[in-house]
């Protein structure tokens, strides 16, 4: 089966059936409206079916505008939580080496199921439940 991808505002939704992977990659526009981006992530976790708890979340945020402003890292906190009670694991595709260092400083991972990487191999095999 081929995995479904779905254009929102804000993200391309992917839904990989055979990897057991959901990506959600961010779009390269800019978040001009906080409450509809959170809006947007809250309609993506509502339509999550139960099979989607034995999966894992990618997000790739590569292509999108950077921010790093405490609005915004409260919501990265948030999604990344609402997603970890959604499904499995979690995935962060990061650009750089820099990227991966600040991004470490908002994860308070212990249990092993949040990972930040730049490989997407990685990524999809850490995600799926394979590595």
Do not use: C
């Given at each position: 089966?081929?995995?479904a991808?779905?254009?929102?505002r804000y993200?391309?939704?992917?839904?990989?059936?055979?990897?057991?992977?959901?990506?959600?990659?961010?779009l390269?526009?800019a978040?001009?409206?906080?409450?509809a981006?959170?809006?947007?992530?809250?309609s993506?976790?509502d339509?999550?079916?139960?099979?989607?708890?034995?999966?894992?979340?990618?997000?790739?945020p590569?292509?999108?505008i950077?921010r790093s402003d405490?609005?915004?890292?409260?919501?990265?906190?948030w999604?990344?939580?609402?997603?970890l009670?959604?499904?499995?694991?979690f995935?962060?595709?990061?650009?750089?080496?820099?990227?991966?260092?600040?991004?470490?400083?908002?994860?308070?991972?212990a249990?092993?199921?949040?990972?930040?990487t730049?490989?997407?191999?990685?990524?999809?095999?850490?995600?799926?439940g394979?590595?």
């Amino acid at each position: 089966m081929s995995p479904a991808r779905v254009e929102l505002r804000y993200h391309v939704r992917i839904d990989d059936p055979e990897n057991r992977v959901l990506i959600l990659e961010r779009l390269p526009n800019a978040i001009d409206d906080m409450d509809a981006f959170v809006a947007e992530v809250q309609s993506i976790l509502d339509s999550l079916e139960p099979v989607h708890r034995t999966w894992g979340t990618i997000v790739d945020p590569r292509r999108a505008i950077g921010r790093s402003d405490p609005d915004f890292e409260k919501v990265a906190r948030w999604i990344r939580r609402a997603f970890l009670e959604k499904t499995s694991r979690f995935v962060i595709l990061m650009q750089s080496s820099v990227g991966l260092l600040q991004g470490k400083r908002l994860i308070d991972d212990a249990d092993g199921r949040v990972l930040l990487t730049r490989d997407e191999a990685e990524a999809v095999r850490f995600a799926g439940g394979a590595g």
